[in-house]
Every structure is written in structure tokens, then in C-alpha cells.
């Protein structure tokens, strides 16, 4: 079904109780006298959901597939104001005591509006791709048809396709299980073979294989198999938009195996950005991907497993943070997720923005080695630069560096600015800092360790921020200058940022640092 094939008012697919909801929102932040920062963060994310609805509605169409989660939207939108309503009336004593689970809470439904944001955006770019499709296809050589060739559709060779812009060049169209694949008009030529279309398949396609990248295309019975039919008791993780299972091949090869929690089109996006940069990656310190399967709507992708899971089930509270990290092994890790993390900036072709460095997307082999995951907002950089503004922020509370809160300009010193947190967060053992200290709404959400971390360092008692357990450690010394290199990275201005390659060298050394860190980022 085309995307303009049914003319259906907005308000009859949605109910005119979506725009109510964002205006009580809107409304309610502007009554809010406590934490505004948090609420301004919600409404801006409202208001631009409605924007992007009102556009659509311009637009009279329907698309049952856009359309049939909308009711998961208006779910959203009613926590989110009842979050903020809740917040209003709540008694000083609940806010205070409950302020941690508050901010969790605030960056849950934050996070939820931001899947939304992306998949209205989404939807968006479809729709405005398939009309300029639809438009140049009537007069495109009088009218004459594509070619089908291995499942996708492509102009026939020597057709003019000057309308397809860059940022829409190869993008999918049409319905779930009828995509077809735009090729890049620029590799139309006179001896186009079915090689050059096989490298650019369509992961949504069941029938197309992901062939010449190595990867294993595995049954969706297989993975049943190995997970005892995706048990409770098999899995080991929960991300954003998937859980995360242990399986047992048949070969007796372990593996973990991760699943898209619903059918929409950001697990569709992340998916297809794991699969698509992973297999160039080869770095002992990045995940590897083994192979996948599609099924219908199931996205599974199927990783090498990592016994000692994540890092933050080390660092944060719970049964394993009890267990003892010492120093050698918490170095270990440091200098691995630095190193791969060069790879990612330096080394690999093209280069690679991770976009949500952190504990939770580092992985520990058998023997504490770390591995960076989840590389499904990561960016592909083009050759010669060194950032891509996309304008929509995403990434994880605290670990988001100030340019690209402000300006959605994600760098390769963004990743550098969530190495310096994560490098906080090993060496502290902690999330946020203990009380009394006083901060800030944005210093609490995206810069929590900063404020604590730099003023021990500034009145010479940086032994308070590390964890007591590492306290009889004969390297605290070593440990406080790690402390000062971290600051280093969560600078303010990216500039004064170090390199991941300047970095590995300060690490590596035994002399004090000659740069001494500023205040950083989120300190007010």
C-alpha cells in the first residue's frame, strides 16, 4: 500500500485526546516551581511530538503501521503528565528523600518520548521521501518502470535520479514486508550487476541475506532451542529496546543473543545499525557479532557471550558489586575501554562515534578483558570529519556531553567526555555523590560526579572520592592521577578534551599530568 493510498483525518486515527494531552502537559510544567529544568525537558519533548503529528496531519494519509502503536504514545503522554502533576502537588520531605527515584523516573519517560521523537521523525522522512519518490517517478523517461532485481527495485540504468538528496539516498519505503531498496543513483552504471545490489540488502526483506559480511544467518528455531524458548531463567539483560538471552548452540558454543523488545522502527533502526557496523570492527576490546535472524518481524541478533556480564553490575549496588574489583582488574578495564574506544576513533574504516559509552554497554570476557556493545546509535563518520549533527539528542542520563545536549552535535570528544564518566564511575564505585552535596537540576542529570570529583580535587583530597574499598591499594596515587585525567575529559569545552590516543599515553605513564583540569562541564 502507497503511504498517499487512503485520505484519513489524523484526529479519526488518533483521537483528538493526543493534542489535549500535550497541552495539560504544557500547562502543567508552567506551574511547576521546583526541578523546571526536568519538566522543560518533558514539555520541549511534548511539544515537538505535536509538531511532528500536526505535520502528518497536513499531510491526510494513512498508515496502519505508523498508526497502530499511537495508543503506546498516548500512554506515554499520560505519565509523563502525571509525573509532573504528581511532582507539583508532592510535599518537600517526599521530594527530597525520593529525589533519586524521581530523577529515574523523569529520565524513563524522557527516554520514552525520545523512541517516539524518532519514530514520528522516522515516519517523517518516509513520507517525505516516498511523495518526491512517488512525484519524479511519473515523470521519470515517460513513466517507464523499474527494474526488479533480487528483491529490490532499482531506476533502470542511465534514469535520472538528481532528487534523491543525500540523506536520502538507499532509504527504505513502502510497507513493512514490501520495502524496497532505493539503490544510490551515483552506483547506477552501464554493467550494474546483482553483486553490487546484494551488499546493500534490506534487513527488513526475510527472503535477503546480510552475504560478504560473514555473519551466520541462523533459524528463528535454532535460537528457541538455545534459549529453552527465550526462558525467564536464560535471561541476563535488558536494554532499551531489547532483552538479552544466554543460549546454547548445538555445537556447544555459547552465545548471548539479543531480541527486539517490540516490532516499531527504532529497534528496526538500532538492529540495523548493529548489523550493518559491527562485522567491519576487529578489536579485541569490541563485541563480536556472530550472526542474526529475521523471522517475520523478529530482530535477533546472536553475540559472542561474556561470562562476567556488564560492567556496571560491578560498580552499582547488587549481589556482584560486593564482590571484590580490585585495582589490577579495574586498570585492566580502564586502559581495554580505552583502547577500544581509539580503535573506534582512529583505526577503523570508517571511523566510529559509540554515542553511549558507559558501564552498561561494556562487557567482561572470562578473564575481566572489557568489550564495548550496543553500537545501535552509533555513528559512521564521513572521511575527514570528526562530528555529525543530527540535531537529536540520545544517549544515557549523566553521560551526555554538554555540545551535544545543547547543539545535537555528537563528536568523537563526546565519546571521550563519557569515557571521563565512566573512568569516575569504575574508580568512585558510584552513580551520584553521597549528600549533603548541593546540585544542580542539569548538574544532577548530566554531570552528577563532576561537581564532587573536581572540588575534593581542588581542596587536595581526591582519597574521599575513591571507593573505601580500593583505600589500602599501594597505587593511590596512580588511582588520583586517573581521577585528574578524568576530569580532563569531562571538560566543558571539547577542545581542552584529550584524545583517545592522549589518553592511552597518560595512563600508560608514571608522571603526574602536565595539564591540570578546569572546572568541568554540569558544575553549576
Known amino acids: 500500500m502507497e503511504l498517499c493510498g487512503l485520505v484519513t483525518n489524523i484526529t479519526q486515527l488518533l483521537g483528538v485526546d493526543i493534542f489535549g494531552l500535550i497541552s495539560m502537559i504544557e500547562e502543567a510544567a508552567r506551574k511547576v516551581k521546583q526541578n523546571e529544568e526536568a519538566c522543560k525537558q518533558i514539555t520541549d519533548r511534548a511539544s515537538m511530538i505535536k509538531i511532528r503529528l500536526q505535520w502528518l496531519a497536513s499531510k491526510s494519509f494513512e498508515h496502519p503501521e505508523m498508526w497502530r502503536p499511537m495508543q503506546g504514545l498516548k500512554s506515554t503522554l499520560r505519565r509523563a503528565y502525571r509525573l509532573i502533576i504528581g511532582y507539583q502537588h508532592s510535599s518537600y520531605v517526599y521530594k527530597f528523600c525520593c529525589v533519586s527515584d524521581l530523577a529515574d523516573e523523569f529520565e524513563s519517560v524522557q527516554k520514552e518520548m525520545d523512541t517516539w521523537n524518532q519514530h514520528l521523525k522516522d515516519f517523517q522522512d518516509d513520507v517525505m521521501f516516498e511523495f518526491t519518490v512517488i512525484d519524479n ?53 552501464e554493467d550494474f550487476t546483482i553483486k553490487s545490489q546484494i551488499s546493500r540488502c534490506c534487513c527488513w526483506c526475510p527472503h535477503i541475506c546480510y552475504k560478504g559480511i560473514g555473519l551466520i544467518k541462523f533459524s528463528f528455531s535454532q535460537l528457541v532451542h538455545a534459549t529453552n524458548y527465550f526462558s525467564l531463567e536464560n535471561k541476563i539483560g535488558l536494554g532499551g529496546s531489547s532483552y538479552v538471552y544466554k543460549g546454547q548452540l548445538k555445537t556447544g558454543l555459547e552465545v548471548a543473543i539479543k531480541r527486539a523488545l517490540y516490532d516499531g522502527k527504532i529497534p528496526i533502526k538500532h538492529f540495523k545499525n548493529e548489523i550493518e557496523l559491527i562485522p567491519m570492527l576487529q578489536h579485541p576490546n569490541v563485541i563480536k557479532l556472530l550472526g542474526y535472524c529475521i ?45 577500544g574506544a581509539k580503535y573506534l576513533h582512529q583505526l577503523c574504516e570508517p571511523r566510529i562515534i559509540h554515542g553511549d559509552l558507559k558501564p552498561g554497554n561494556i562487557l567482561l570476557d572470562s578473564g575481566f578483558n572489557p568489550k564495548i556493545c550496543d553500537f545501535g546509535i552509533s555513528k559512521a563518520l564521513k572521511p575527514g570529519a570528526d562530528e555529525d549533527c543530527t540535531g537529536i539528542v540520545t544517549g544515557s542520563r549523566g553521560f551526555i556531553a554538554p555540545e551535544y545536549m545543547e547543539q545535537g552535535c555528537l563528536s568523537i570528544k563526546s565519546d571521550v567526555y563519557s569515557f571521563g564518566v565512566t573512568l569516575l564511575q569504575i574508580i568512585s564505585r558510584k552513580r551520584l555523590p553521597p549528600p549533603p552535596l548541593a546540585l544542580s537540576a542539569e548538574s544532577r542529570y548530566y554531570g552528577p560526579l563532576n561537581k564532587w570529583a573536581w572540588d575534593l580535587c581542588a581542596a587536595g583530597r581526591l582519597l574521599d572520592f575513591i571507593d573505601t574499598s580500593l583505600h589500602g591499594e599501594p597505587q593511590n596515587a596512580e588511582i588520583m592521577r586517573w581521577v585528574k585525567i578524568a576530569l580532563l575529559c569531562v571538560q566543558e569545552n571539547l577542545e581542552e578534551r584529550p584524545s583517545m590516543p592522549e589518553i592511552i599515553v597518560m595512563l600508560s605513564s608514571e608522571d603526574d599530568i602536565l595539564k591540570q583540569p578546569n572546572r568541568p562541564a554540569y558544575y553549576d
Request: overall charge positive; glycine content about 10%; aromatic content about 6%.
Open 295 to 339: 523471522k517475520k518481524r523478529e530482530m535477533i541478533l546472536v553475540f559472542e557471550y561474556m561470562p562476567n556480564g556488564s560492567l556496571d553490575s560491578f560498580i552499582y549496588d547488587g549481589v556482584r558489586a560486593r564482590e571484590a574489583l580490585e585495582w589490577p582488574k579495574r586498570r585492566q578495564i580502564i586502559k581495554g575501554i580505552a583502547q
Open 137 to 189: 517517478r511519473q515523470n521519470l523517461h515517460g513513466n517507464r518502470n523499474t527494474i526488479s532485481q533480487d528483491g529490490a527495485c532499482v531506476p533502470p540504468a542511465g534514469s535520472s535520479a538528481s532528487h534523491l538528496n543525500n540523506s536520502n539516498r538507499g532509504k527504505l519505503v513502502g510497507d513493512l514486508g514490501q520495502f524496497h531498496l532505493l539503490a544510490d543513483p551515483s552506483g547506477i552504471v
